[in-house]
Structure formats: C-alpha cells, structure tokens
C-alpha cells in the first residue's frame, strides 16, 4: 500500500520560508514523478512544482518559478518543496503526489495523493 504523508506546513510572515517533506512509503520516489499541488478555500486545485522520474527535468508553475524548488532525497524516499519569499496568495493546503510522468502529474492525473499540509502566509 502507497502512502505520501506530507509535513513542515505553518504559518509563517510574508517574505519568509518553509521546507516541506512528502515521506513516500510502499512505493520508491525514484521510480515515479513526484509533484506538488495546492488547493486553496473556495479555489480549485493548481499544479505547483514535479520531478521527473529520472531526477534531471523538473516543471513548475508560473506562479513560484524563481521562488520555490522541488527535490528529492531517494535514500530517505522523500521528496520536498523548499518555498522562499513566500506571499499571502501561496496560502494553501499543499498536496504531495505520484504519477508515471511529470507531464501527466502536472495534469492531475496521479497515481497517488497525500492528505496534505496546511501553508498560511500572514502579510
């Protein structure tokens, strides 16, 4: 059985950081694109940052390209998303997930999901 358990959300100021984890069990991160997604209170959920499978190729929205970076550490089979100059709009629950490819994680269509985090950025 899979399981993403994610940790490290809080609240934090604005303009600061926080480092989120996704401990992977039943399944080797290195074998699957991870990913993050959020959801935040009345919006749809949005594709946030994924790794390749392979560990070179990663993919991040828009929204946080130059601001948050995805890793993983595949002896300790977890993955993170390093969040810096955080802003009141990156308050979300953050969703850790699995999918076969980095292309079809960022569309949504994963394999696994965690129960996420929650992230509040106070300004």
């Known amino acids: 059985q899979v399981q993403l358990v994610e940790s490290g959300g809080g609240l934090v100021q604005e303009g600061g950081s926080l480092r989120l984890s996704c401990a992977a069990s039943?399944?080797?991160?290195?074998?699957?694109?991870m990913g993050w997604f959020r959801q935040a209170p009345g919006k749809e959920r949005e594709f946030v940052a994924a790794?390749?499978?392979?560990?070179?190729?990663?993919i991040y929205a828009d929204s946080v390209k130059g601001r948050f970076v995805i890793s993983r550490d595949n002896a300790k089979n977890t993955v993170y998303l390093q969040m810096n100059s955080l802003k009141p709009e990156d308050t979300a629950v953050y969703l850790c997930?699995?999918?076969?490819?980095?292309?079809?994680?960022?569309?949504?269509?994963?394999?696994?999901w965690g129960q996420g985090t929650q992230v509040t950025v106070s300004s």
């Open positions: 039943g399944c080797a991160v290195s074998t699957y694109a």
């Open positions: 790794m390749a499978w392979t560990g070179i190729t990663t």
């Open positions: 997930a699995a999918a076969a490819t980095e292309v079809v994680l960022k569309k949504g269509a994963c394999d696994y």
